[in-house]
């Protein structure tokens, strides 16, 4: 308490609270709930850093204003010196509140010159929407569409609002398919999403626990995810997803997945050189890795026929698709081979990764820091891992201390974990400590990353 209290004194506090609601998306509930867990100020910016945006800067000005005049109004010095971060942290609050409301119009304004220009737009719409795997859809999509069509699909994490304006904005209007990825925090979100773009065709790449903290019920995630079927005539449904098929309405929906329609998809293989299968008599190769990418991939396909693609082209298509940045992506470094999924940070991503993982013939690590936002399912979520690991007999799995990892601890023990268990205090010093805990020819799967809100 005394150290907690100590470290909102250091000099760079008001960056830090900045940064605090940077990476909360200024999200105020989530702003407070990150604040008051932290015990060291100092800590804060682990992971990432304060990125001096326009509003980032105004904020920063806004804070140390609030700290001069905490000092001036306040007539005891040292009264003044213990209060000032604390009207910090709660005053800042005002001036972002201020920058929202001035916010308002400009952004009305903004996304209804978005709405028009998709209006306008003669290109299909296909929208994808989900609680894992949009990215990788979404790259998936626009690799093989590409070989026939022009495609445009928004970079990063353009899923909001604004980000997809971002993304029309830069559109010159004779893109043959526009594709979009939706973002799902809240209920509501997927449709003001589909009022922005009206999309012709969707996709649910699947459904899981993932961001149940803010949703607190998985009932929840589903309706939201599913407002995309109010917009859509059919949507494409990731069979492998459980939640996500057993919430369609049958009626409207087209499944696709490993283990959906097995007289179409065969002889399905896949190992660290990437993944081949049979599907509607035609072979297809990719460097993508696991067997869960056979659901993307048939859905990619489908779509490419109905929007005329030569099967030439497809197989050419799918043949350049290969595992994206963070998830899933093997590098190989003095003979250990990397496998980076820090960017899979939800139970299914999880799964596949030591299901993969389980049928590779080599030593092999695993290393997490766990999952965050599982919300009531922390504890079930967690020790599913660690007993998913003991049956696949991993030989090393690597935990980096936090709230989380000690059920995964509970899991593999319960289990009857044969392999070897190593602690790290912090994910850089387990990522560092690579070179010498392995030898050549072993694999090291990196799952997740762990945001500094969370540690």
């Known amino acids: 308490m005394i150290k907690r209290f100590i470290s909102r004194f250091n000099i760079y506090y008001p960056q830090n609270i900045i940064y605090m609601l940077q990476a909360s998306e200024y999200n105020i509930h989530d702003y407070f709930s990150w604040y008051f867990k932290v015990s060291d100020f100092k800590k804060v910016q682990v992971r990432k850093k304060f990125k001096k945006t326009t509003k980032g800067m105004v904020l920063l000005v806004c804070a140390w204003i609030i700290i001069v005049l905490s000092l001036v109004v306040i007539d005891n010095l040292i009264l003044a010196l213990v209060l000032a971060p604390y009207i910090l942290a709660y005053g800042i609050v005002i001036p972002l509140l201020v920058i929202k409301i001035l916010q308002i119009p400009v952004e009305r304004y903004i996304l209804d010159k978005t709405k028009k220009k998709?209006?306008?737009h003669k290109g299909f719409k296909i929208a994808i929407a989900g609680s894992f795997g949009k990215t990788t859809m979404r790259e998936i999509l626009k690799t093989v569409l590409s070989e026939g069509k022009k495609v445009a699909s928004?970079?990063?994490s353009y899923n909001t609002p604004?980000?997809?304006?971002?993304?029309?904005?830069g559109l010159s209007?004779?893109?043959?398919?526009?594709i979009f990825e939706l973002g799902e925090y809240y209920p509501g979100d997927i449709s003001q999403l589909c009022d922005i773009i009206n999309?012709?065709?969707g996709i649910i790449a699947g459904i899981n626990e993932a961001h149940l903290e803010r949703f607190k019920t998985i009932d929840s995630t589903v309706k939201t995810i599913y407002e995309l079927g109010e917009y859509v005539d059919s949507i494409y449904v990731n069979g492998d997803s459980k939640l996500a098929l057993d919430s369609a309405r049958k009626s409207d929906i087209i499944y696709c997945g490993s283990g959906i329609g097995t007289d179409l998809v065969l002889n399905t293989k896949t190992n660290l050189d990437g993944l081949s299968f049979k599907f509607k008599d035609n072979n297809f190769r990719s460097k993508l890795l696991g067997i869960h990418q056979v659901g993307p991939l048939v859905c990619a396909i489908d779509i490419a026929f109905k929007l005329g693609l030569s099967i030439e082209q497809i197989q050419k298509g799918v043949s350049k698709t290969k595992p994206f940045s963070h998830r899933l992506e093997p590098k190989e470094s003095d003979g250990v081979v990397i496998i980076d999924d820090s960017y899979n940070g939800n139970p299914d991503g999880a799964r596949v990764s030591i299901e993969f993982l389980k049928n590779i013939k080599a030593r092999r690590f695993y290393i997490t820091p766990g999952l965050v936002e599982m919300g009531s399912k922390t504890k079930e979520v967690h020790r599913e891992i660690g007993k998913m690991l003991s049956l696949a007999g991993i030989e090393r799995v690597v935990l980096i201390k936090n709230s989380v990892t000690g059920y995964i601890e509970e899991g593999l023990k319960e289990n009857d974990f044969k392999g070897e268990l190593i602690w790290f205090n912090f994910a850089p010093d387990a990522y560092n400590s690579i070179s010498s805990i392995t030898i050549s020819g072993d694999v090291v799967l990196l799952q997740n990353d762990w945001p500094d809100q969370y540690i």
């Open 118 to 120: 998709i209006k306008r």
């Open 154 to 156: 928004a970079k990063d």
């Open 162 to 169: 604004l980000g997809i304006s971002k993304f029309v904005g």
């Open 173 to 178: 209007g004779d893109e043959d398919v526009l």
């Open 199 to 201: 999309p012709d065709m």
